[in-house]
């Protein structure tokens, strides 16, 4: 990990959150530090709870932590107001959800589009560029079909796709092959894979996925709101199905 974040593209600082339910206070994070370097690929995995998910939130900028730091290019997001963080999410970070999230009612290439129509773009260099990126990820006859229509690996390429539409330095996936079988999965994480590999986009996936840790730069483990401990790729022993003793 960069100890001094100078090559860092995410930085968080006792990133801390508290939820309020009722008279009950939930600490979601206390105190997470970590340094990401702009080209990593990054594993995150810990229990259900553990606080996985706030520490997604907190990087994407969907949510803002109750003290600490959150530095995305060496700017503090939690400083930013709701249009300056509706910029930062539209043009920096791409997301992948598990459940795919794909709009019903609209085509492959439209729901691909949809986040460059936010951006600026006009119809026209939003399609061309909608239908270069699902051919390359091996969607070119799949343009006119919408997600009902394709199977799940295909639904879970529109979503990278669509996660790629802004060119964003950093992709957010939330166990993107959780809903896949096996050889689907593998498919997707080379997909993902290389994208980092080419185009330098940096990845952070929350997966239990062994193959998905294999393909990372380094793992990390988040286990009651806090980081137990981060190692590099190279030093873990990764067998099917288990990773370290845990399932």
Known sequence: MPSDGADSII??????????????QVEA?????????????????GPSGSGKSTFF????????????????????????DVYELAWLRCRKIGYIFQTF???????????????????????????????????????????EHRPFELSGGQQQRVAIARALANDPAIILADEPTGNLDSATGSEIIELLSSF???????IISATHDHKMLAASTRVVWISDGRVERIERREALQIEVGSIDGQS
């Open 29 to 45: 994070l206390r105190g997470v530090t970590i340094d990401i370097a702009a080209g990593e690929y990054i594993s995150i995995i």
């Open 57 to 80: 939130n907190m990087v994407g900028g969907l949510d803002k932590p109750t003290s600490g730091q959150v530095y995305i290019d060496e700017v503090d997001i939690a400083q930013l």
């Open 11 to 24: 930085r968080t600082r006792d990133v801390k959150k508290v939820y309020v339910m009722g008279d009950q």
């Open 101 to 143: 999230n794909l709009i019903p009612v609209m085509t492959a290439l439209e729901n691909v589009t949809l986040p460059m129509i936010f951006a600026g773009l006009s119809n026209d260099e939003a399609r061309d560029k909608g239908a270069e990126l699902l051919r390359m990820i091996g969607l070119g006859d799949r343009l």
């Open 196 to 202: 980092n590999r080419r185009r330098g986009v940096t």
